[in-house]
């Protein structure tokens, strides 16, 4: 199976990179490690901007720890550790985050192979510089949801929801079963237009997704059919 298309444009810059001596870590291949690198995308995007459970790692190379632009979630411990995010630290980051900043928040055991992280860290100082592109986040843009996903109402009765789309389907939810989330980032749902998210593997569990939380109880009505 051929490379996704964001994918391969990556390879392709990273290897006419090396091919032309671009300096990158010394030890490590960048092209290995975008291949790690996507394993960090389940908490964090490489697009510059773009954060997700942990900020975006776009251009973190050089950067003051706990100073993304836009992210306000840092452990209190990152931001008075005083590190700048080179060689030295990264590596010494990713091999064990609570031994290098007791107390931080980040729930990642650290990566014990160090050549592992030698190609993490080539490729991160490559990404960085902004010469290949970043490899987009796999989460979806709530905003071009379908008709099966945009949510137009939710009733409340008993124990249970249920959740009407504009495909003017309803869906019932044990009330346990779903769950009122937000995203108010650029891939969120408009305001005032929710979009479900099915999560479970038998379909009996999804997240309702609003744009900001004061939209959330207004727009739940306390009613059975």
């Given amino acids: 199976m051929s490379p996704q298309p964001s994918r391969r444009a990556t390879l392709v810059a990273l290897a006419a990179l090396l091919a032309f001596g671009t300096s990158v870590h010394g030890a490590g291949d960048a092209e290995r490690g975008a291949r790690v690198a996507r394993l960090c995308m389940a908490c964090h ?32 411990a990152l931001q008075r550790s005083g590190l700048v995010w080179d060689e030295q630290h990264l590596d010494a980051w990713l091999k064990d985050p609570a031994a290098l900043v007791p107390g931080n928040e980040m729930s990642f055991p650290g990566i014990d192979d ?87 593997m038998q379909g009996d569990r999804a997240a309702v997704i609003f744009s900001r939380p004061d939209e959330i109880s207004p727009f739940i009505r306390r009613e059975c059919a």
Avoid at 49 to 67: D, F, I
Avoid at 118 to 136: D, F, Q
Avoid at 191 to 200: D, F, L, Q, R, S
Wanted: glycine residues 12%; contains cysteine.
């Fill in 114 to 200: 160090a050549r592992t992280r030698a190609n993490l860290l080539a490729y991160l100082e490559v990404a960085s510089s902004g010469r290949v592109p970043a490899p987009k986040s796999s989460l979806p843009n709530l905003k071009q949801a379908d008709a099966a996903s945009r949510v137009t109402a939710i009733h409340y009765c008993g124990d249970g929801y249920r959740v009407t789309t504009a495909d003017r389907k309803t869906h019932k939810f044990w009330e346990f079963n779903l769950r009122f989330k937000t995203d108010g980032s650029a891939d969120g749902p408009a305001a005032g237009k929710p979009v479900i998210v099915h999560t479970g």
């Fill in 45 to 76: 995007s490489f697009e510059p901007g773009r954060h997700m459970t942990g900020p975006s790692l776009g251009g973190v190379w050089g950067r003051k720890a706990g100073t993304a632009e836009g992210f306000a979630r840092y452990s209190e």
